[in-house]
């Protein structure tokens, strides 16, 4: 048991290690950017290690280490049905160090609480000993409800897809995203949230708040139409069997476009409640945007980010025009034609029986196994 805790253990540092990097520079920079940082921080600090812990900073605390623990069980579990089910341990034993590795993983949000608890016992002058405990045990719940909701969508993902409940292409590239879809509001949510500092922490005329609002939202939709396009560029290509069903070119494009910009809502919600004015030229800009990224995915290359790369440059190109003229929200609706012409066209010339790299594990790849 104790060399599966540790082999478990091992794996969850390295990707508390992947998820520290990110986490951290979100953080200075957030902090950073406030008028007083010393005076924030002992703010979250008491808010989180105090006497009377705040339920808002708890909530935060807990939903942060919830969506960290949702990220990183697929990539701790990644491997634990394979041979090392043989070794003598029970199915409790080997659930117990899955759990313990995940909330290992979410080393950098204890790690985060546990500097505040030192600050606020720093700056009370005794022992804050509920913000050096709470933090570990709401990891270990976390880690614990994230790993408990794996097997039900497991068995989910075996049933079988009635018409009625959503198109089998859509759900094929809903599971293909899977998680991903929290990395890419991660990522749109920097430029959203550096806007929203931006604002919030300046006396702006209203036209220069407004081009903020509209420059933030339209990154952060640019930001996450990328990572979600190498998402499914990547688990999800093109291939001969699904190009036997009975959809067109101009079927798979647009379902794919709807798609994108679905998960970009959360930003347009975020710039209405900022701006409704703003928040129109950025949802004006989003459908051009989803094509661009449509047409990305069908690029036919074999990197990992032969998709992001045209949607992060056109995407920051169209921000800048935004936030300047946001009058051209009008002629991004009129190139909507033009568009999804252009996204159709490559999805025709698009070879699907070439040779591409795989970037998934084999072991999941059933065309990959070999006597």
Known sequence: MIALLRFHLAAGARVALAAA????????????????????????????????????????????????ALWAAPRVTLGSDGWIRHLPLSTAQHRLALVLATACAEGPVVAGAGGLAVLE?????????????????????????AQGLRPARRRRAWRS?????GALDVRIASR????????????????????ILFVTNNVLPPDAVRGAIRLGGTLATTFALAGLADSLAIRRP???????????????????????????????????????????????????????????????GESRSAASGPVLIEGAFTSALIA????????????????????????????????????????GDTLSWTE
């Open 21 to 68: 990097v990110p986490l951290a520079g979100i953080a200075v920079v957030a902090v950073g950017m406030q008028e007083n940082p010393a005076r924030v921080l002992e703010v979250i600090a008491a808010a989180i290690a105090g006497p009377s812990p705040s339920f808002g900073a708890m909530a935060g605390l807990s939903l942060a280490a919830l969506g960290l």
């Open 121 to 145: 016992s720093w700056r009370s002058g005794r022992i804050a000993w509920l913000g050096f405990i709470l933090p570990p045990v709401v990891a270990v719940v976390a880690a614990a409800l």
């Open 161 to 165: 897809w009635p018409l009625g409940r």
């Open 176 to 195: 293909a995203l899977g998680s991903r879809v929290f990395s890419a509001w991660l990522s749109g949510a920097i430029p959203m949230g550096a806007a």
């Open 238 to 300: 093109s291939w001969p069997w699904a190009r036997s069903l009975p959809l067109t070119s101009r079927h798979r494009v647009v379902r794919d476009a709807v798609m994108l910009g679905f998960f970009c809502l959360p930003f347009l919600v975020t710039a209405a409640v900022l701006d409704v004015r703003s928040a129109t030229a950025v949802a004006a800009v989003t459908p051009l945007l989803g094509l661009r990224a449509a047409a990305a995915m069908r690029r036919g």
């Open 324 to 363: 300047l003229l946001p009058w051209l929200g009008i002629a991004a609706l009129a190139a909507i034609p033009l568009a999804l012409r252009a996204a159709i066209e490559r999805e025709r010339a698009l070879k699907v029986t070439r040779w591409s790299a795989i970037h998934h594990v084999a072991a």
